[in-house]
């Protein structure tokens, strides 16, 4: 009788331990649904659906892969026509995405890539990069052209397969046609990406394939290995900066798991409130928020918690925040309590001091002195003469970064990244030609001597652009993408004219608003008639400058 109960005490055991695996693997494919979008091929004769998912970002794109043959169509003398995405949480935006052309290496897969989306939150921390063994449970994201989480789950059947499009398979996964490029889940993260769909044996590409084509083609490969959100986020925080109120208070919210959430801002001396959602994404947290006028603010930060015990609540985040074509403000988030900050929050704030506290109180002062009616010459008189110095310094750094990024917009490299990275004026971004990136170096040297030699201190240029020599073959849904090309010259021209607009209307390149003065019309009537002639060659849609500004 004894033996009986040891037995049934060991099956009970089992089953707990079964259970909590099963629950574990299927909150890890729930969780990473925003990593995945819904692929809509639209062919000459058919229209053709499948998955793609987020693998890397650059230069204000997204690069997602996908099944090649979901892209490339079933019946002979098929054409792709046109290639739409839609992310999880947000399927009434419609994604136009265009197809990486390179070699894979004989594997069922594409690469494609889109507009960095104004919010998706999406996990880096995603990949299940230990060897995949057999027997062991699987599950997958998409179905039906919806985020399905698969209900019964599957199991490796195979690895290392020779001369296949694939080089995994698994069974036991009740899949439908059209779940080619959904991700293959296991309890560590994505473990590969579905390129046949038959419910009796599923093939799939290991993500080490993956990314040995994805890198192998000097493509951004963001992906890193699984990590729990060591804290969460939940309840109200106040932010930290020079240039934000005491009072401001954001509230975070779970949304869909422990990593993703929504939240609301609220203003001391305005009844709106902003509504965003963030991410934590191993030890980061990202957010995105709407702004007013269809800017949208981004933040990235570092996130912090007390030592001791099993506490999993965040106290501190450190981090920046850009606001639409503003550039990034550094902001310290304190977890609060009873509406002042968490005296956890503040022990550990003491026993580890940042720049930032150091930067806030050497400017506290003028701070101070604008809460007080002052204007900004007596706050700037408030300030210590190593403290204006630095602002008199940072003012001409801009100006000097904002005519570089002018000299780009002449040169037709609107997609290059100006910067001021310590010693070092950097430029990023790809380029077509050595011819342009020899043009970058110039231009870098130029600035880098003008700083060394107005500052009295030693600048390099640091040319960290890419030439790249693979064809990108976009496709669309009959119309160009005006917004990301006009994103940088925005940014330009609110540093020179903060009160002056840029778009297009019809056939018409518009600049309208107030000029700072006539110097600034003329200057950038130049640019704005480069400016057209750049998007009329890539959009083949003829532009013309239209300057309806006043000065």
């Known amino acids: 009788m004894k033996k009986v109960i040891k037995w049934i005490a060991l099956v009970l055991v089992l089953n707990a331990a079964t259970s909590h695996a099963d629950t574990s693997l299927r909150e890890r494919a729930q969780s990473l649904r925003h990593n995945v979008v819904s692929v809509n091929a639209k062919m000459t004769n058919t229209n053709q659906q499948g998955f793609a998912w987020v693998i890397g970002e650059r230069d204000e794109y997204l690069y997602l892969v996908t099944a090649s043959h979901v892209i490339e169509g079933a019946n002979p003398g098929d054409e792709l026509k046109a290639l739409t995405v839609r992310f999880f949480r947000d399927g009434n935006t419609v994604h136009t995405a265009q197809v990486v052309a390179g070699d894979s290496k004989g594997l069922d897969l594409a690469v494609l890539k889109i507009a960095m989306p104004s919010r998706a939150p999406w996990l880096y921390a995603a990949a299940d990069i230990t060897a995949i063994s057999p027997q062991s449970k699987v599950t997958y994201i998409g179905k039906a052209a919806d985020w399905h989480v698969g209900e019964q789950f599957g199991q490796i059947e195979r690895v290392n397969i020779p001369t296949n499009p694939y080089d995994v398979s698994a069974v036991g996964l009740e899949l439908d046609v059209g779940t080619s490029g959904a991700p293959l889940i296991g309890e560590l993260g994505i473990i590969g990406l579905i390129v046949t769909d038959s419910s009796h044996q599923t093939g799939v590409i290991s993500l080490a394939e993956i990314k040995d084509v994805v890198t192998s083609r000097s493509l951004p490969w963001g992906l890193r290995p699984w990590v729990s959100p060591p804290y969460t986020l939940d309840g109200v925080w106040a932010a930290r900066a020079p240039n ?55 933040g990235t930060f570092k996130i912090h918690g007390p030592k001791e015990g099993n506490v999993t609540e965040a106290i501190v985040m450190d981090g920046f925040i850009t606001d639409g074509d503003v550039g990034p403000t550094q902001v310290r988030m304190v977890k609060q309590n009873s509406a002042s900050d968490d005296d956890r929050a503040v022990a550990w704030m003491t026993a580890n001091p940042s720049d930032f506290n150091r930067m806030f109180s050497k400017y506290l002062p003028a701070i101070n002195a604008q809460k007080n009616g002052a204007d900004d010459d007596e706050a700037f008189s408030a300030l210590g003469e190593d403290e204006q110095l630095t602002v008199m310094g940072g003012m001409a750094q801009g100006m000097m970064l904002r005519a570089g990024l002018m000299r780009l917009a002449e040169l037709g490299l609107t997609n290059i990244k100006l910067a001021i990275d310590g010693r070092c004026y950097s430029a990023t971004g790809a380029l077509a030609s050595t011819s342009a990136q020899q043009q970058v170096d110039t231009l870098l040297k130029s600035l880098a001597d003008d700083a060394t030699q107005q500052f009295g201190k030693h600048y390099e240029p640091c040319n960290l652009t890419q030439v790249t020599s693979a064809k990108e073959t976009k496709v669309n849904s009959g119309e160009f993408d005006f917004s990301a090309e006009l994103a940088q010259p925005k940014r330009i021209l609110s540093g020179l004219a903060p009160d002056a607009t840029l778009s297009v209307r019809g056939d018409c390149l518009l600049l309208e608003g107030k000029l700072p003065s006539p110097v600034h019309k003329m200057m950038l009537a130049n640019m704005l008639q480069d400016l057209a002639e750049t998007l009329s060659a890539k959009s083949k849609k003829a532009l013309t400058p239209c300057d309806q500004t006043t000065s």
């Open 244 to 298: 934000i109120p005491d009072n401001v208070r954001l509230t975070f919210t779970p949304s869909d798991d422990t990593m993703h959430y929504e939240y609301t801002v609220e203003f001391p001396t305005s009844p709106r409130s902003n509504i965003g959602v963030g991410v934590v994404d191993g030890d980061e947290v990202r957010l995105w928020q709407s702004m007013p006028s269809a800017k949208t603010s981004h």
